[in-house]
Each structure stands twice: as structure tokens, then as C-alpha cells.
């Protein structure tokens, strides 16, 4: 029997923000459009039921990357596989129907409602998409799903302003539910949030994931957070995917100097435990215009050359499920 394929498949995935230059900046500086490559060459399997965290310092690209994957954003080059379908060729209508089995969780719960409809109105739409059109039906499955995220029948005709950062997020989980899909882009869901509700949030995440089957692309800055709630983690820098392992493999042996970095930012608290904070030097480089050959090398304090500034690196295969584009490992 051959082995089941994953969930979502990225190949080559690349999404490049064009800025144009008006006619008269053209003609005066004869400068070209500015091209941001977000995200430049993503390669990226994830597993049915499982849930990856994709981490790296703000600007690389993660949270573009999660909205490509769900076609928010256009791809620029590459393929995305759900299932073994080319969901980066659908159109329009086949599009829709995609929208049913992968939704999003946005970051700042302040501005992903719309603060003119209440939360029957804004749970309706999602409802109706999914072809629940009986208005008792509809209501009943409202309910259901305020009860399910930990809010109130009577929450049912307030608007956004009248309710919590974590109240909102419920609302914004609740809205994503209602089309009972299977995958779900989790885009910093609690770095808007107090710590105290930040455990809530996460923790019902969990729930709905064993409840439910979900898989879940959890995008955080927070590390703590990341091996708190992943499986397997990602590691992003500067548009292109580092490191990817099992969450323990990698807290306890990371590979990618980037990675060893981001791990010693860590705060320790255990009284008497002391670890080596790596301090990088030099600036982070543009997306605009990335170094050539190893991304970091701008920054590395590991170094394997003049090949390490000349040749990019590939995301291999260092042993154990464990993938790291490094030249010190190839």
C-alpha cells in the first residue's frame, strides 16, 4: 500500500511584492520597480493532524508564507498541493470550494472583525458559504459554535468593540469553525493577547484540534509558545525555510546557526541554570536584495567558507526527520 501523502505540499513556492515607480521617479532617477521577495523558494510538507510551528524573527516572510499556502496570496512561482490537488492552478469557483477545507486565524483580533456587524452577522457569513441557509439551522449553529470557543448565548447581537482581546479571538476561531475545515493557518493567534489569555486561547486550540482532526500551521515568534504547541518546527529566515525538525530534536539539538541563535534568546528560569547567550552582529539583510549564496551568511558565526558566500544551500537531509540548508552539514 503506498504511503499517504501529506495534507499540504509547498514546492518551490515563491511571493514577490512588486512596488511600481510612478513616471516621474523613473524619468528622473532611472530606477526600477522595487521587487520584495517575501518569500523565495519554500519548500514544505505537513501532515494531516499535525500541528508545525513556522518561527523566525519578524520580516522573514512566515506569516506571508501562511497566507500564500492559502492562496490569500497570489504565488508568484511554485506549487501547492492539498491532497495531491494543484490548488495553486484553481480558479475561482474550485477556489471556494478549497476555502471549505483551509482557514485562517488572523493576529490582531482589533482588526480582523468587522466592527460594523455583530457576531450573528459575522458568524452567518461563513455559514452560508458552507450551504446552511435555513435561518433556524443557521441560529442554532451559531450558538453552537459561541458555546464551543467559551462565549455566552447572549453574546450573540454585540459588536467587536464590546468585547475583550480574548473574547474577539474566540470570535475570530468561532468564524473559522463554522466551516469545519480541516486545515487551519493559526498567523500569531495569541501575540496580540495578555499572557493569562494567551494559555486560554492556545489551550482551546488544542481542544478543537483533537475534537475536530485539525492540522494546524501555527506561525509565532513566541518559542515558548512554538514547543508548547508543535509537533514538528520550521524555521524561517529571510524568505527561504532553514531548519526543520521533531520540537524536542530541534530545542535540544539545533543545527542551523540561526536557529542555535534564536534558541539562546530563551529565558531561563530555573535558579543556577545559565546559558551562553549568541549575540549576531551585523544588520538583517533586505528581502529587496537578499545576499547571494547562504542567506546568513552576512551573520554567521560558524562559517564554513567562501562556498558558504558563493552557493546556496539546500535544505537536506541531516538524519532523524531532521532537514537544515547549512553548507556545515552537506
Not at 83 to 106: H, P, T, V, W
Request: glycine share 6%.
Amino acid at each position: 500500500m503506498a504511503a499517504k501523502p501529506p495534507l499540504v505540499s509547498v514546492q518551490g513556492v515563491t511571493k514577490y511584492f512588486i512596488r511600481k515607480r510612478s513616471f516621474l521617479t523613473k524619468t528622473l532617477t532611472r530606477q526600477r520597480d522595487i521587487v520584495v521577495k517575501a518569500v523565495d523558494g519554500v519548500d514544505l510538507e505537513i501532515w494531516e493532524g499535525e500541528t508545525i510551528g513556522l518561527v523566525g524573527e519578524s520580516g522573514c516572510g512566515k506569516s506571508t508564507l501562511g497566507r500564500t499556502i492559502i492562496r490569500l496570496h497570489e504565488p508568484s512561482s511554485g506549487h501547492i498541493f492539498f491532497e495531491d490537488q494543484d490548488i495553486s492552478m484553481y480558479k475561482s469557483g474550485e477556489l471556494m470550494k478549497f476555502r471549505q477545507e483551509a482557514q485562517i486565524i488572523f493576529q490582531n483580533p482589533y482588526s480582523s472583525l468587522n466592527p460594523r456587524k455583530t457576531v450573528r452577522e459575522i458568524l452567518s457569513v461563513p455559514l452560508a458559504k458552507r450551504g446552511v441557509h435555513n435561518l433556524r439551522d443557521r441560529e442554532e449553529e451559531i450558538k453552537f459554535l459561541l458555546h464551543r470557543v467559551g462565549l455566552a448565548e447572549r453574546h450573540i447581537d454585540r459588536y467587536p468593540h464590546q468585547f475583550s482581546g480574548g473574547q474577539r479571538q474566540r470570535i475570530g476561531i468561532a468564524r473559522a469553525l463554522a466551516m469545519k475545515p480541516r486545515f487551519v493557518v493559526a498567523d500569531e493567534p495569541v501575540s496580540a493577547l495578555d499572557v493569562s489569555v494567551q494559555a486560554q486561547i492556545i489551550n482551546l486550540l488544542a481542544e478543537l484540534q483533537q475534537e475536530y482532526q485539525l492540522t494546524y500551521l501555527f506561525v509565532a515568534h513566541d518559542l515558548s509558545v512554538v514547543f508548547h504547541v508543535s509537533d514538528r518546527v520550521a524555521v524561517m529566515y529571510l524568505g527561504k525555510i532553514v531548519e526543520v525538525a521533531e520540537t524536542a530534536k530541534l530545542f535540544e539539538r539545533p543545527l542551523h546557526p540561526y536557529t542555535q541563535a534564536l534558541l539562546s534568546a530563551i529565558p531561563v528560569v530555573e535558579r543556577g541554570s545559565r546559558k551562553e547567550r549568541i549575540i549576531l552582529s551585523g544588520t538583517v539583510p533586505s528581502p529587496i536584495d537578499p545576499p547571494k549564496g547562504c542567506r546568513f551568511h552576512t551573520r554567521c558565526f560558524m562559517k564554513k567558507g567562501q562556498v558558504c558566500e558563493t552557493q546556496e544551500p539546500s535544505l537536506a537531509d541531516a538524519g532523524s526527520s531532521h532537514r537544515v540548508a547549512c553548507h556545515l552539514y552537506m
